[in-house]
């Protein structure tokens, strides 16, 4: 496949957490770099777990030439906190942010913190910092798991750009019709800022479905079926994998989307792979 118009790739890593992990994403995010990314993003454990190594990894790929983007947590954060952190990233050159309400860890009993939902914590930002970041939000086209109807969820959505978001990062799904879908519903409501598919690989069959039950992302029963056949054959489920996000991949630029954000798992080869078959990789 050609893609017809410009396609922007940005990519998600998790913070590692011992010496190797760290010599491993450093040699992922290199071999990235020929997708010419717009920007990495950072996430964190619940309830803000690991936020210093968030830091230590977000400077150091904003140090490396490319725009790191740090996500921050309602969860456990205090307008103190969440203060100094915004002025330690504007030290430091960063100009992104990922604001999200965050999930509490498990067994959670403490407070949530100061701020209940991510609209607060977008305005608080912007209060704090002004146009100083881009804001980026995150999407629910199948609905959050905690919503009590779509219809709701919508609204708190919109909350979020009325309150400054900059653009949206989808979670991940494998029905191009429930992204479709909602974007028709966004702009029905005046919503116009970026909506950016989240695209995550497949690589394993037992830890797909149980994080897609834990966060309410549907993987459709023709490919659970098909993923639990071929849950013993790595090669056979990797080719599968791939063939099946590229065909989403595809199906949704030929709707319109001009920006795709991997979930990469700190792997480079399968965000590659798929941008290889997309001819998007510079």
């Known amino acids: 496949m050609t893609s017809q118009h410009a396609i922007t790739i940005s990519c998600e890593f998790f913070p590692p957490r011992t010496e190797k992990g760290v010599e491993s994403l450093r040699r992922v995010r290199e071999e990235l770099t020929v997708l010419n990314p717009e920007y990495y993003s950072v996430t964190f454990g619940a ?86 970041f881009t804001i980026e939000v995150a999407a629910y086209p199948e609905v959050h798991p905690q919503a009590k109807s779509a219809t709701t969820d919508l609204d708190f959505f919109k909350q979020k750009v009325d309150a400054g978001a900059n653009a949206a990062i989808t979670q991940y799904f494998y ?58 054959d790595k090669t056979g489920l ?21 920006s795709l954000h991997f979930y990469t798992l700190n792997h480079s080869d399968f965000t590659l792979e798929i941008a290889k078959r997309l001819n998007i990789a510079r």
């Not at 100094?84 to 860890?105: M, N, S, T």
């Not at 690989?201 to 037992?206: S, V």
């Open 47 to 132: 309830g803000g777990s690991t936020q210093a190594q968030t830091f230590d990894t977000i400077v150091e790929i904003q140090q490396s030439g490319i725009d790191a983007a740090p996500h921050l947590s309602c969860i456990a954060s205090t307008a103190e906190n969440i203060r100094q952190l915004l002025h330690d990233y504007q030290e430091k050159g960063v100009k992104r942010i990922v604001a999200l309400r965050g999930d509490k860890p498990s067994g959670w009993v403490g407070r949530l913190g100061e701020f209940a939902y991510a609209n607060e914590l977008v305005k608080f930002i912007r209060e704090e910092t002004g146009n100083h």
């Open 175 to 232: 029905n191009a019709d429930s992204y479709t879908y909602f974007l028709d519903n966004c702009q029905k409501l005046g919503i116009e800022i970026p909506i950016v598919p989240g695209i995550m690989p497949i690589y394993n069959y037992e830890q797909l479905i149980r994080f897609s039950d834990t966060c309410g992302a549907e993987v459709p029963r023709w490919l659970r079926q098909r993923l639990q056949t071929l849950s013993e």
């Open 238 to 258: 990797r080719e599968f994998g791939l063939d099946v996000i590229t065909h989403l991949c595809e199906r949704l630029i030929q709707e319109g989307a001009s």
